[in-house]
């Protein structure tokens, strides 16, 4: 009987395990590339786009795909970081971006997130569908009113109309909300009983109890904005202030060095991620368990 | 005397602070200007455009617009799609997910490991998926390689109806382990004794999973069924980066169709079609809402 068990949770185990290298082999691919000469990759990949089945040599045209490259190298992240100074203004540029998004959505969702779970006033839920229906929106819906808004405002052209915007978006209030509905009202209940109003309950009781709601929110915002190509591409014209996700969605033609730049580029999302793992883990749960 | 008066206001706010509603209203008060600045009076100009003949001199048109865009083949052809690919990948991601989660419950080793490893494609930046894609799905990739072998002539993927379940296939890549993670977490909320209880009672196992398991996980499937809706609009930016403007008709999306009317000016059709995109929408999340009402009430 014990046999069977090991035997059971050992296939199960193999079985799951196959798809999660199924899942990561994007990642593992991407990385072994980016130890590849640009020629190597050349030979590998050039034929991609083209409509030719048999070269002039009479080899046929298919890719090579490698998972260990010939010769191990980091020419290609010298290349970006040291003889392309480019690449890091680039960096920079989505840094200057999605730090604000980041701590102003945080900040402003977290406040209303808490009238939304925890206070009773007239039009609450009404007010919530609302903002439910638009965080379900394509960017595209509101495409032309908010290009207007923006030229109104002054925005247009400026990192602020991709930051403003980021910072007001609906997603944070939603999951942050979720998650305040699990914390008991008898934690607000002693706190009023001792005399705190709600801003301190918010400050001193509430966040505190939601730092893996947070942690989540702060981990999934950050993936979504340091991704986001529409909004930078429309609003900011300027090629040498936009972010680097722009740059690299338009990179993939160039062999020697798009590897190594989307490591570079994912590098800090996988830092984050499995610094904030078992917060980030915890915080999706929970805010996806009770409706 | 200043220190005074100035006491009192605090005190006066604190008290204030106290009653729900005015404190409801000071939180929300950031979010909701913003909100109304950057989403709600856009759409709500938007709206308003789509009944107009002309955006900057507006003269009312009436439903001209709607009756000039549902006469459009490409609107037609691009709404169709849309409401295809959500119709098919949704459902398929639920199952999925919620397999996978139900696998991943069971007794396994390394399920810390595993469940890492099925979040970690959120994280993969759009540039390395489109070149991934297409060293798999191009007319010289690993696919036709792969189809070489049985003697099976190439294909060129991106170019015929296949296109449209290359989409899906990396819509559900990319987002199953985020739905797995949640559906994980309902799992293990669900009381253990009440499995016992029902095979007591003679229960079979599909009887318990329909029942018991279900039944309990419907909030979260509502969680679910909302975030991969919004996620299932996000796959665009893959198909767009790689495709262009004018992709296979498969797979020629409402996102595309509006960004093409962006680029030409046509701002009466963008609105109408966006209108009539919320109003589908909304559809289907007031839906959700009753299904999700109801079943909760079952359940108490």
Redesign the interface.
């Given at each position: 009987m014990r046999v069977m068990?090991t035997i059971?949770?050992?296939l199960?185990?193999l079985?799951?395990?196959l798809?999660?290298?199924l899942?990561?082999?994007?990642?593992v691919?991407?990385f072994t590339n980016s130890l590849m000469t640009g020629g190597e990759l050349l030979i590998n990949?050039g034929?991609?786009?083209?409509?030719?089945?048999v070269t002039a040599t009479g080899a046929d045209?298919?890719?090579n795909?490698k998972w260990l490259p010939d010769k191990v190298t980091l020419a290609q992240y010298g290349e970006l970081l040291v003889y392309s100074p480019n690449y890091l203004l680039l960096f920079w540029n989505s840094a200057g971006l999605v730090v604000p998004i980041i701590l102003g959505q945080t900040a402003?969702?977290a406040?209303?997130a808490?009238?939304?779970a925890k206070?009773?006033?007239?039009g609450?839920d009404s007010?919530f569908?609302?903002?439910?229906?638009?965080?379900?929106?394509?960017f595209?819906?509101?495409?032309?009113?908010?290009y207007?808004?923006a030229d109104k405002?002054g925005l247009l052209h400026t990192s602020g109309a991709v930051i403003?915007?980021g910072?007001?978006?609906?997603f944070g209030?939603f999951m942050l909300r979720?998650f305040m509905l699990h914390i008991p009202y008898a934690y607000i209940e002693a706190a009023?009983m001792d005399g705190a109003?709600?801003?301190r309950i918010?400050l001193t009781v509430i966040v505190p109890m939601v730092k893996p709601g947070l942690a989540a929110l702060v981990v999934l915002l950050f993936?979504d904005y340091?991704?986001m190509?529409?909004q930078p591409l429309i609003f900011i014209d300027d090629p040498f202030k936009q972010p680097l996700?722009v740059f690299?969605?338009r990179?993939?033609g160039e062999w020697d060095t798009?590897?190594a730049?989307?490591m570079l580029?994912?590098a800090p999302?996988?830092l984050l991620?499995l610094y904030a793992?078992t917060y980030f883990?915890e915080g999706?749960?929970?805010?996806?368990?009770?409706? | 005397m200043k220190k005074w008066v100035f006491l009192r206001a605090q005190r006066g706010i604190a008290r204030w602070m106290r009653r729900d509603a005015a404190a409801a209203w000071l939180l929300l008060a950031p979010s909701a200007a913003g909100f109304a600045v950057f989403y709600l009076i856009p759409f709500v100009m938007g709206v308003m455009y789509s009944f107009m003949s002309n955006a900057s001199e507006g003269g009312f048109a009436g439903l001209a617009n709607y009756r000039e865009l549902l006469a459009s083949e490409s609107f037609r052809k691009a709404a169709s799609n849309t409401f295809y690919f959500s119709a098919v990948s949704v459902p398929l991601m639920l199952a999925l997910s919620l397999g996978l989660a139900l696998l991943l419950n069971g007794q396994i080793y390394l399920r810390k490991w595993l469940r890492t490893s099925y979040v970690l494609p959120l994280v993969v930046p759009v540039a390395s998926v489109i070149i991934i894609w297409q060293m798999i799905f191009d007319w010289n990739g690993v696919l036709n390689y792969a189809l070489s072998w049985f003697g099976i002539s190439r294909v060129d993927w991106m170019k015929t109806e296949a296109a449209r379940n290359v989409v899906i296939a990396v819509y559900l890549w990319k987002n199953v382990g985020y739905n797995v993670i949640l559906f994980l977490a309902g799992l293990q909320q669900i009381p253990k004794d009440y499995y016992e209880t029902a095979q007591l009672e003679g229960a079979g196992r599909f009887r318990q999973f329909y029942s018991i398991t279900l039944v309990y996980l419907t909030t979260t499937t509502f969680f679910v069924v909302i975030m991969s809706i919004i996620n299932s609009f996000k796959v665009f930016r893959e198909t767009y980066l790689l495709a262009g403007d004018y992709p296979h008709d498969s797979i020629y999306m409402l996102q595309h169709y509006m960004n093409n009317m962006f680029v030409s000016l046509d701002i009466q059709k963008l609105t109408a079609a966006a209108a009539l995109m919320v109003c589908g929408i909304m559809a289907v999340v007031l839906g959700l809402f009753g299904l999700e009402r109801r079943y909760r009430r079952f359940m108490e």
């Open positions: 068990t059971h949770k050992s199960l185990t079985l799951l395990g798809i999660g290298l899942l990561l082999f994007p990642i691919i991407t990949y034929t991609i786009g083209k409509l030719t089945e045209t298919f890719v795909l402003v969702a406040m209303a808490y009238a939304f206070l009773s006033f007239r609450r007010l569908l609302v903002y439910l229906l638009t965080m379900l929106m394509p595209q819906v509101t495409l032309v009113p908010n207007i808004m405002l403003l915007p910072i007001f978006a609906a209030v979720q009023k109003g709600h801003l918010f993936v340091w991704n190509v529409e996700s690299l969605s990179l993939s798009v590897f730049a989307s580029y994912m999302m996988v991620f793992e883990i999706v749960q929970l805010s996806g368990i009770k409706g | -």
